[in-house]
Structures are given as structure tokens and as C-alpha cells.
């Protein structure tokens, strides 16, 4: 079976750091494309980054670009989220997601771990 | 970056009934890169659609996925109870992923 599991959202000052986890297991973690995917608080959907499964290849959403640095660990079966100079506009609900593969859409979602900004 | 504009907001429906939800991009692209979620209250998000019409996993015939350059549509044949939830259409670029703004299917 297929698990995610999401840690490492608390509640942090604005122009604070935070680092996300996401355990993968059930499934060769190596083989895929991941992704960090995050939803405001009574809001939509917005994709945050991707990195390919040898790590080589990350993108950013405009919103995060600079700021946030996706990575894994495939020895660890593990995903990270390294978020610096956050904002109010960062609180949300982070998932991780599993990508089904060539460029279809994520078949896995984990739980989501909460990151809350405010003074 | 395509934008994905999903009609209408809200959708209030009767189990048994169809469903018809409406997702239009900013810009053509390929219908290989279209999928469909939906996701109940207090849930994580579920692929339903992905390729415009193929059907994931576990997800049962009465949904079904259409369209091609900038208009696709997510039918749900007859209504069922646990089909009440909030559906995104999502765009998958090859350097960006965009979601649509959703669209919430209500209970009548």
C-alpha cells in the first residue's frame, strides 16, 4: 500500500524558516517524480514545486521560486520542503504527491502537515 | 503559465442526476496533460481523470473525462452521495502545473 506521511509544519514567524518531510513507502520511491502541493485555508489547489527522481531536475511555482528548495533522499525513501523568508501568504496546508508519470497527474496524496505564519 | 477557469462555482445537484463540469485554459495544449480530482471535506485530493478521459485507478464508469485544445468537461453520469466534494481540473506543463480554481458540487 501506498503511504505518505507529511511532517514538520508548526506555527512560525514571518521571515522564519521551516523544513517539510514526507516518508514515502509501498512504492519505489526512486522511480518517480515528486511533488510539494499546498492549500490556503478555505482555498483551491496551488502546485508548489516537482523534483524528478534522480533529483537532478526541480521547478517552483513564481510564488515560492527563491525561496523554497525541494530535495529527496532516495537511499531514505524521503522528500523535503526547505521553506525560508516566509510569508502570511505561506500558510497553508502542504501535501506531498506522488506522480503517476509522463506529465498525467499525482496518484498519491499524503495527509498534509500544516504551516502556519503569523506573529 | 495556462490558466484554468472552471465553470460553474458551485453546481447544486440531486443524487441520481448528471453533472456537468466545464474547465477552460488560457492557451491551447495537449488533452495528454489534463487531469481531474476531487476532494471531500477534510480529505486529500484524488485523482479521478488524467489524459482528458482515462479513468484511474479504482475510479468507477460513471465518470467520464472529454474534451481537447482549450475546452475539457468532467461528466458524472448519475449522482452518487459520496460524489458531493469540491472538483479541480489541473494543467501538467512541463515546468509548471497549474490548478483550476474548483468547482463545488452541492448537494439539492
Known amino acids: 500500500e501506498v503511504q505518505l506521511v507529511e511532517s514538520g509544519g508548526v506555527v512560525v514567524q514571518p521571515g522564519g524558516s521551516l523544513r517539510l518531510s514526507c516518508a514515502a513507502s509501498?512504492?519505489?520511491?526512486?522511480?518517480?517524480?515528486m511533488h510539494w502541493v499546498r492549500q490556503g485555508p478555505g482555498k483551491g489547489l496551488e502546485w508548489v514545486s516537482l523534483?524528478?527522481?534522480?533529483?537532478?531536475?526541480?521547478y517552483y511555482a513564481d510564488s515560492v521560486k527563491g525561496r523554497f528548495t525541494i530535495s529527496r533522499d532516495n537511499s531514505k525513501y524521503s522528500l523535503y520542503l526547505q521553506m525560508n523568508s516566509l510569508r502570511t501568504e505561506d500558510t497553508a496546508l502542504y501535501y506531498c504527491a506522488k506522480d503517476l508519470g509522463g506529465y498525467t497527474g499525482f496518484d498519491y496524496w499524503g495527509q498534509g502537515t500544516l504551516v502556519t505564519v503569523s506573529s | 503559465e495556462i490558466v484554468l477557469t472552471q465553470s460553474p462555482g458551485t453546481l447544486s445537484l440531486s443524487p441520481g442526476e448528471r453533472a456537468t463540469l466545464s474547465c477552460r485554459a488560457s492557451q491551447i495544449f495537449s488533452s495528454s496533460y489534463l487531469a481531474w480530482y476531487h476532494q471531500r471535506p477534510g480529505q486529500a485530493p484524488r485523482l479521478l481523470i488524467y489524459?482528458?478521459?482515462t479513468r484511474a485507478t479504482g475510479i468507477p464508469d460513471r465518470f467520464s473525462g472529454s474534451g481537447s485544445g482549450t475546452d475539457f468537461t468532467l461528466t458524472i453520469s448519475r449522482l452518487e452521495p459520496e460524489d458531493f466534494a469540491v472538483y479541480y481540473c489541473?494543467?501538467?506543463?512541463?515546468?509548471?502545473?497549474?490548478f483550476g480554481q474548483g468547482t463545488r458540487l452541492e448537494i439539492k
Open positions: 489524459g482528458a478521459s
Open positions: 489541473q494543467q501538467y506543463g512541463r515546468s509548471s502545473i497549474t
Open positions: 509501498g512504492f519505489t520511491f526512486n522511480d518517480y517524480t
Open positions: 523534483i524528478t527522481w534522480n533529483g537532478e531536475t526541480t
